[in-house]
């Protein structure tokens, strides 16, 4: 079947890329997975490079043809895409037209707490594991570690208030990493969250900003 949706990230993952958006039809939320389970089924960068033969961008409107949805506990929003057919890119979209297709989403918490990740005691309060959201106050905090440097956003949603979540938007995360430990002011309010699957090592899920609209 064929679904016409508007990308709203192209974040890093395991090596590849996760990939979401708004089907046109109905509103709802997509997140686009590959057969490639050892990656945690993230897109390859070689299946995000439409027929016309340019990479999709955030807010293209794309033709891509979906195999079945593979609604997971953590993640209802998945579908599975056919690697055999390339997307098709019809136009470019913009933010209104998504608030006119989706809205914004408006739960009283990010993914079920004010907590930055979840457990397994606790994972059934998020419900979904994509967002829209309008937040308060954003900044990006930056600090150099033992194990090296993180980029984390830091912002206040519905009253409460959400501490280091890591950012996976690319050429934010680029950006910062050769920017001075501090804290800066983000140049927008509208994010996409995402909620990731498990990390073994640490049995956690953990919400990540991985687009700034």
Not at 7 to 15: F, Q
Not at 46 to 67: A, F, H, R, S
Not at 85 to 90: A, D, L, Q, T
């Amino acid at each position: 079947m064929k679904k016409n949706i508007i990308i709203l990230t192209k974040s890093i993952k395991h090596g590849g890329f996760c990939v979401a958006g708004i089907d046109t039809d109905n509103g709802e939320w997509i997140r686009l997975i590959s057969s490639d389970a050892n990656s945690e089924h993230a897109v390859p960068y070689q299946d995000m490079v439409c027929e016309d033969g340019n990479e999709v961008e955030v807010l293209d409107l794309v033709e891509v043809d979906i195999i079945s949805a593979c609604p997971s506990r953590v993640q209802p929003e998945n579908y599975l895409y056919s690697e055999n057919v390339k997307w098709k890119r019809i136009r470019t979209s913009n933010i209104n037209e998504v608030i006119d297709i989706h809205g914004i989403d408006n739960p009283q918490y990010v993914f079920g707490n004010s907590d930055a990740k979840l457990t397994d005691d606790n994972i059934h309060l998020a419900r979904r594991s994509l967002l829209l959201l309008e937040v308060e106050n954003p900044t990006y905090f930056i600090k150099t570690f033992p194990n090296g440097k993180k980029v984390q956003l830091n912002f206040t949603y519905n009253g409460y208030m959400y501490r280091y979540l890591k950012v996976t938007q690319q050429d934010i995360y680029n950006y910062y990493m050769n920017q001075p430990d501090g804290i800066y002011n983000a140049d927008t309010n509208l994010f996409v969250f995402s909620l990731t699957d498990k990390y073994e090592l640490s049995g956690k899920y953990y919400k990540v900003m991985a687009q700034a609209l």
